[in-house]
């Protein structure tokens, strides 16, 4: 084709904002690709699912892959080399057992140690994580019946990879199958995207393929399955080089089952998995259900790569995600289009209870094993959210999350105290992309030695408004009745003045008036002081009034909004947010107009998130609120993964 019409072609495509995601300029014909709603129609068996055949997964000891090739080995006597990046440094055996309390003093222990020997904390801490992480996926394998081994390699090496293929070819025999689910992804906004982010993202997806393929003998290789993304083909929110490596690898997946006829090839552009993988982050999560995106089950997940598997790789792309992600799929021709999942069966009516426990309180349905509290919450008239905006829209707090979770226990059990929530965690934001009332239904849990176990449920709803399935866990924590455990802190002051603080009114997420109590910082290595001042009135809590409420909410958004700022300025312009209170405990209620002292003490930070413990004092030196394990997590390009 000559230049100057393909140069025309193209910029006529560029002008097109309406047709198809992908197009081929072949002579004088136009030709588009769209997706077909079908299910796996079954070809001839994999030779390579044959007992002792050698298979090679990359990015197969963590996440996803592991998921996959851990059920391929349980269902077929196959020989696995999962490859990874990570060289795993030695643990202690013990250290796979432990709780998350456990874990934090590990960590504490590794930082230190590194730190003392002049070695980076960070990277330290990360190799033991990731260590730990591929022996309890060992473990879980062996536990499976699975003959399964791990090999360090660079895939971005073409010697590392040829020597890697060398001693497994050895030892094993010639290796017959791939499963590529090796990659790297940063987002962040394009003209933040760097030379080194790209090739940092291209090289474990797609060059180390392209070495991989180039090492291992062609006469015996008989299937490979890469492991890219919807964003390959329909784009993703500061994906532009994730996207390219993904379309890239469907590339050369395509390329290689053409030029190869007897290999079976095909490329999974999987949807954004639950539970595990690059999406399930916390900050990934924030970001795609502002969108309305459900995230797949593990389980269905697993299934359908081995649905393809076991019909022996059909197609050279399947496409894995929500029809309304697709609105222009098809049927393939004489193929049944596959079912429309149907919605979950809501649970039956319960008698309702009337209960003035609570402002924010609608209705309590007493049940056999639970009680549902419900909250309907109104973007243009509650002060919580019209004065807590992301990019212009309302968003719940953190913090009204938190109350709302207690508000639903004093209601369900008649006005009882609460003064500890533990184990806080926001699974989901709840957004208002519209100006219409969303119901939160919060599910109390029975009274047990260890707490009263709480669960917000509500709709995933997509940007116009429009829900999108069933209801959902957003927030969940454990609240322990009665008096809080006593909080033994004395207040220390700051060394020196502090610093003015100005809230942003252009901010991405902006917070208004009633919220913004934090006056001023002082900030050292040790964390800092922040300085507050009570609402008078009812504040956040109008139009309704604060009458049972429990969390001194406008002061705790003030505490975060420090701890936030120190992420920002001294560790590196690190934009967070809040996800996970270990502990929360409220001793008592500030005066309209005090004057408070927040100490911010800094614990630990790696690359997904940052812990701190705030303890805010009144004007008097009592103990209003202590926030034990404070979790931050980075938003954005701040965090890439590498599996």
Not at 271 to 293: I, K
Not at 513 to 537: C, I, K, M
Request: charged share 25%; with cysteine; aromatic share 6%.
């Amino acid at each position: 084709m000559p230049a100057a019409t393909l140069a025309a072609g193209v910029l006529a495509e560029m002008r097109d904002g309406v047709g198809p995601v992908e197009v081929g300029l072949d002579g004088g014909r136009r030709l588009g690709v769209v997706a077909c709603a079908a299910p796996a129609e079954p070809t001839r068996r994999l030779a390579a699912l044959e007992k002792g055949s050698v298979w090679i997964a990359t990015g197969g000891a963590r996440g996803v892959t592991a998921a996959c090739c851990r059920e391929l080995g349980r269902r077929y006597p196959v020989r696995l080399v999962l490859l990874g990046s990570t060289h795993p440094v030695g643990i202690d055996p013990a250290w796979l057992a432990l709780d998350e309390a456990g874990l934090r003093d590990l960590k504490g222990r590794v930082m230190l140690e590194a730190k003392q020997r002049g070695a980076d904390p960070r990277a330290a801490w990360r190799a033991v994580e990731k260590s730990r992480e591929i022996e309890a996926s060992l473990i879980a394998f062996r536990a499976a019946g699975v003959d399964a081994r791990y090999e360090a390699c660079d895939l971005a090496d073409a010697a590392a990879v040829r020597a890697v293929v060398q001693r497994v070819e050895r030892d094993l025999g010639p290796v017959r199958g791939i499963v590529h689910g090796a990659g790297f992804e940063a987002a962040c906004r394009f003209e933040k995207k760097t030379r080194e982010g790209l090739l940092a993202t291209l090289a474990p997806k797609c060059v180390g393929l392209e070495h991989l393929l180039a090492a291992l003998d062609p006469t015996t290789l008989e299937a490979v399955v890469g492991f890219g993304s919807t964003s390959g083909r329909l784009g993703g929110h500061g994906q532009a080089d994730y996207s390219l490596a993904n379309d890239l690898l469907a590339k050369i997946v395509g390329s290689l089952r053409r030029s190869r006829p007897g290999l079976r090839a095909t490329v999974f552009h999987w949807h954004a998995w639950d539970e595990v993988g690059m999406a399930s982050r916390p900050e990934s999560r924030f970001v795609l259900e502002q969108f309305g995106l459900r995230f797949m089950p593990l389980a269905e997940g697993v299934r359908r790569f081995m649905d393809e598997i076991e019909a022996g790789l059909p197609d050279a792309e399947v496409l894995v995600t929500e029809p309304a992600l697709c609105p222009d799929a098809v049927p393939a021709t004489g193929r049944p289009a596959a079912p429309t999942p149907q919605p979950a069966v809501n649970p039956p009516a319960a008698a309702v209870v009337a209960t003035e426990v609570g402002s924010l309180v609608e209705r309590v349905e007493s049940r056999p094993d639970a009680t549902w509290v419900s909250f309907r919450l109104d973007p243009t008239s509650d002060r919580f959210l019209i004065d807590h905006l992301q990019y212009g829209r309302p968003l719940l707090p953190a913090v009204m999350g938190a109350e709302l979770l207690v508000q639903a226990v004093r209601a369900a059990s008649g006005g009882i105290e609460v003064g500890e929530l533990r184990d806080f965690v926001v699974e989901r934001p709840i957004a208002f992309p519209v100006d219409a009332p969303r119901e939160v239904r919060v599910e109390v849990g029975p009274v047990t030695s260890a707490g009263i176990e709480t669960r917000g449920w509500t709709a995933i709803v997509a940007g116009d408004g429009r829900t999108a399935g069933e209801d959902r866990v957003h927030v969940h924590g454990r609240i322990v009745p009665g008096a809080p455990e006593r909080i033994d802190a004395v207040l220390e002051q700051p060394p020196f003045p502090f610093n003015p603080m100005y809230y942003q009114e252009d901010a991405p997420l902006r917070h208004g008036p009633s919220f913004r109590t934090l006056d001023g910082l002082f900030l050292d290595r040790s964390g800092g002081w922040g300085r507050l001042v009570s609402q008078h009135g009812d504040g956040v809590a109008l139009p309704r009034g604060s009458k049972g409420w429990t969390i001194p909410v406008g002061l705790l958004d003030g505490c975060i909004v420090a701890c936030a700022v120190y992420s920002y300025i001294l560790c590196g312009r690190r934009v967070e947010i809040p996800v996970q209170f270990e502990r929360l405990r409220v001793a008592a209620q500030p005066r309209g107009g005090e004057k408070c002292i927040a100490r911010l003490f800094f614990r630990s930070q790696d690359v997904r998130e940052t812990v701190y413990d705030v303890v805010l004092h009144g004007d008097d030196g009592r103990v209003i609120l202590a926030v034990d394990g404070l979790h931050l997590a980075v938003v954005g390009g701040e965090r890439g993964r590498v599996s």
